[in-house]
């Protein structure tokens, strides 16, 4: 069976859902046991960086607003404010543990040119370095792709291909991948291993391109398939325990688990 033992670098991608209530605040203890069991592995000599959505819900729910912005102005502004909230909170929490974050605020811009994703490269090979661990989010106040189609998980990916990471976990609020809609299929099953991501797979997980899908299972689904074809073991599993982290760096069953291909690129088309 596929296992992630002997990985080094990790990205860990973190979702609204986990993140913060239904009423937009931060869900503190939730973030406080990732903020643990992250810190905890960075003690074991382990490099991690934590892709975190968030922004645009925490920063609503301290507006006092009484649901999301509808509005890309609106979003936007909103993450504005939620982000440095997050960053506020994370700094506290990995502080109590001895450990410095560095933030980094991506646009799929930097990507594309050359030159920012070098100095992105560079800006993380240094971060790593100087023993701090990496906090991304998009952009969100100058990058509208991500508000509309997505929620991190493509960017989690580009990420994990960027610093050449050897795992990336995928933290959501179901255990991974079923072969049906287990709230509607009695049937459905967990797919504990996928040596191939389909068409199949992606009419199972609600069809590519789908509205339902965003944020959901195929932009996961999405995010797999670009890094095993990079070469990276993805794991899609239930971030409501944080302690599941640990089980799938012992080796043990969680969540479905995303084999990667041979060889790893930096192809970031």
Do not use: W
């Amino acid at each position: 069976m596929a296992t992630l033992k002997d990985v080094e670098r990790i990205v860990i991608k973190v979702g609204t859902s986990t993140l913060a209530h239904d009423t937009g605040k931060a869900n503190i203890r939730q973030m406080k046991k990732l903020v643990t069991v992250i810190s905890d592995i960075v003690n074991s000599g382990k490099q991690v960086a934590l892709v975190t959505s968030g922004a645009i819900g925490v920063g609503a729910g301290k507006l006092g607003l009484k649901e999301r912005p509808n509005t890309t102005a609106g979003k936007q502004a909103a993450a504005t404010i939620g982000q440095c909230e997050l960053m506020f909170m994370y700094d506290k929490m990995f502080g109590e543990y001895g450990h410095t974050i560095g933030q980094f605020l991506i646009t799929k811009r930097d990507v594309d040119n050359l030159e920012c994703r070098e100095n992105l490269i560079n800006a993380f090979e240094e971060t790593f370095n100087l023993g701090a661990i990496p906090v991304i989010n998009e952009n969100d106040a100058v990058a509208i792709e991500e508000i509309v189609y997505g929620d991190n998980d493509s960017l989690s990916a580009i990420v994990a291909k960027l610093i050449g990471a050897d795992a990336l976990l995928i933290l959501t609020d179901i255990d991974g991948l079923y072969t049906g809609n287990p709230n509607q299929d009695e049937y459905a099953r967990i797919i504990p291993v996928v040596t191939e991501i389909t068409d199949e797979l992606y009419k199972i997980a609600g069809g590519k391109g789908s509205k339902f899908g965003t944020g959901g299972m195929v932009t996961k689904l999405h995010a797999a398939e670009i890094a095993t074809e990079a070469g990276i073991d993805t794991i899609v599993l239930n971030g409501g325990d944080a302690e599941n982290i640990y089980r799938v760096l012992e080796g043990h069953q969680v969540g479905t688990f995303f084999v990667a291909k041979e060889s790893k690129q930096l192809d970031l088309e």
